[in-house]
């Protein structure tokens, strides 16, 4: 009985389910396996809860659409100069654990090697009307829908924007390995080279070479 509705009205049925309940129709019959795999729908299902207007964007698996909840959504903060961990929690009214949780930080130094940070939200109110984008942030290892307070940039100016960050961002990885291990600049790019960028490793290989010399020192 189910597969005789009409398309129309299935689809104005199905997106007005909550996602879970979307994916849950798909297995009753093929007719409304179509239906509830149609992008419009997921996508309503998915905007509905938080006022979302649109989202633009497809993501790496249609497992994302499942989920509507607060955490499938950010906000997009591009870092600046003098901008501190608990300076931007300050002003999204969040916590600084979050933030950090929410973009694989694993201390407050890791925004000197970030251009944006993924702020959580924490007034839905602010998606009201709104326009997200689908993106996976590598270093947050997370797919989630961006919301831009300021506008989406361009796509020519984020080609120029990524070209001078990848500048910026070789400077700030190398300044925070400087500071690390209290070492000239010469020392970071050294160790950075050998760990082919990775600060992590770059630390970790400065310091079983300091262990080394102090084992042998005197011999």
């Not at 829908?145 to 400077?171: C, D, H």
């Not at 082919?196 to 102090?214: C, K, N």
Request: with cysteine; glycine share 6%; aromatic share 8%.
């Amino acid at each position: 009985m189910g597969a005789r509705l009409p398309g129309d009205l299935l689809r104005a049925v199905l997106q007005r389910l909550p996602p879970i309940d979307v994916a849950r129709s798909a297995c009753v019959c093929r007719a409304w396996r179509a239906v509830a795999s149609d992008r419009a729908v997921l996508e309503a299902a998915f905007c509905a809860p938080w006022g979302v207007r649109r989202v633009v964007g497809e993501p790496e698996t249609q497992a994302f659409w499942r989920a509507a909840s607060l955490g499938r959504f950010a906000l997009s903060h591009a870092v600046r100069r003098g901008d501190t961990v608990p300076g931007v929690a300050l002003k999204y009214s969040v916590q600084v654990t979050d933030i950090k949780r929410f973009n694989n930080m694993m201390s407050d130094h890791g925004i000197y090697s970030r251009e944006r940070l993924l702020i959580p939200i924490s007034n839905p109110e602010i998606l009201l009307g709104s326009t997200c984008y689908i993106e996976m942030d590598h270093n947050a290892k997370r797919e989630v829908a961006v919301f831009y307070p300021e506008g989406r940039p361009s796509e020519i100016t984020v080609s120029l924007a990524n070209i001078i960050s990848k500048e910026r961002r070789s400077w700030r990885i190398l300044e925070s390995v400087r500071r690390s291990l209290h070492v000239d600049d010469g020392t970071a790019a050294y160790y950075l080279s050998v760990s082919e960028g990775d600060p992590r490793a770059a630390m970790m290989e400065y310091s079983e070479d300091l262990r080394w010399e102090q084992q042998h020192a005197g011999r």
